[in-house]
């Protein structure tokens, strides 16, 4: 196995989808070998629903269109997050080869604005995500 991770084309694709407003969430996983970056499922989801399909014991990079307000009155904003989920127990081996993919990605995704190393739920409160966002 090569230590360079790649990244599908298609992973850029849905993306770009995610940018479009088709869907508002994009989950990624690394290929059973861990050299390659692909897509595991995607759509338009509330932030509720997001956590609910994040699975429990298994790494992701998801990508999620987060819409907030920072205080009473104003208007909508929206932030691309890129979240890196590697949960506690994930083997040593995995969590290093997941931790370098995440830098690739960031490169490979242009658009994304916030980003974001969860290993708990709590890292992915909707409030932590907004103040950090903002």
Known sequence: ?????TVEDSVVKAFQELKTGKVNTVFYRLSDDLSTIVPDTAGTW???ELLEKL????PRFVAYDLTFTK???ESQRSK???ISWCPEGTPIKQRMVHSSSYNVLKHTLDGAQTYVQA????DLEYDELVSRAS
Do not use: C, W
């Open 1 to 5: 196995m090569s230590s360079a991770t």
């Open 46 to 48: 509330t932030h509720d």
């Open 55 to 58: 699975p429990q014991a298994e």
């Open 71 to 73: 205080s009473e009155g």
């Open 80 to 82: 691309i997050v890129l």
């Open 119 to 122: 290993t708990d739920l709590s």
